[in-house]
């Protein structure tokens, strides 16, 4: 018969590191837009030299997998950002009525999101939406919170369904994200009652999720949603009317 092998050769020190940073992006254990060690922190973890982390970091670079920024140190990049990001963008900021169709998709994507964090969330990740939830508290008190840390618990929950896929999806989308968060609050704040009932309506999420109750937690995320549906689509209808 012919030979199908091929020798095997040894790995290089540099190709063994891409494969381990690799492992941890696809695992969800590095996430998008998460800082990864110094070089010099890498190779003391490794038990490497400095030059094969060099190396290996031009490779994931030049792979899309991490982006590192001259000065400011390396950084998982999102996945599908090349794919989604800019057309998305564009298109959305082209058609200011796109955003109630950007809350819809919200609503598959978080709703869900929810329901997983409520099942797999870490004592650790609990731990960071309880703390950015009682920055809201804090700033509501003042009138109302920014639509950055609104963002961020979001973000916070996604992270915590530990799915690697959703999270770069989301955090490809996130700037769009922020935007209807961001729209929406603008509203809501002109409106009596609504800083509490908001309030309100992100504490039962993550009340659901610390109670790691899948159902709940959806459930509460879906009244959450479709409040900031009615208010996209309310905006829709009066920029559409002559």
Avoid: C
Wanted: proline fraction near 4%; avoid cysteine.
């Amino acid at each position: 018969m012919a030979n199908v092998f091929k020798p095997i050769r040894p790995k290089k020190i540099s190709e063994e590191i891409v494969e381990q940073i690799k492992a941890l992006i696809s695992s969800g254990d590095l996430k998008p837009g998460e800082k990864i060690p110094s070089e010099r922190e890498l190779a003391v973890m490794l038990g490497v030299s400095r030059p094969s982390v060099r190396e290996a970091i031009m490779v994931l670079d030049a792979m899309g997998l991490v982006e590192a920024r001259q000065g400011g140190g390396t950084y998982v990049r999102s996945l599908t950002s090349a794919a989604l990001n800019d057309p998305l963008t564009a298109l959305v900021e082209e058609n200011p009525q796109l955003l109630h169709s950007l809350v819809e998709v919200r609503m598959g994507l978080e709703t869900w999101s929810a329901y997983l964090a409520a099942a797999r969330a870490t004592d650790s990740e609990i731990g960071q939406m309880r703390e950015l939830l009682r920055i809201m508290e804090k700033q509501a008190a003042r009138g109302g919170w920014d639509a950055e840390v609104d963002s961020q618990f979001h973000y916070a929950i996604t992270a915590a369904t530990h799915n690697t896929l959703q999270m770069h999806v989301l955090n490809t989308i996130h700037s769009l994200f922020h935007r209807t968060i961001q729209v929406a609050l603008t509203e809501f704040y002109r409106k009596a009652g609504m800083v509490e009932l908001l309030l309100a309506q992100h504490a039962a999420i993550f009340a659901a999720i610390a109670e790691k109750n899948p159902e709940k937690a959806r459930e509460a995320m879906y009244r959450h949603i479709a409040l900031v549906e009615e208010k996209m689509a309310q905006l829709q209808a009066e920029s559409a009317a002559p």
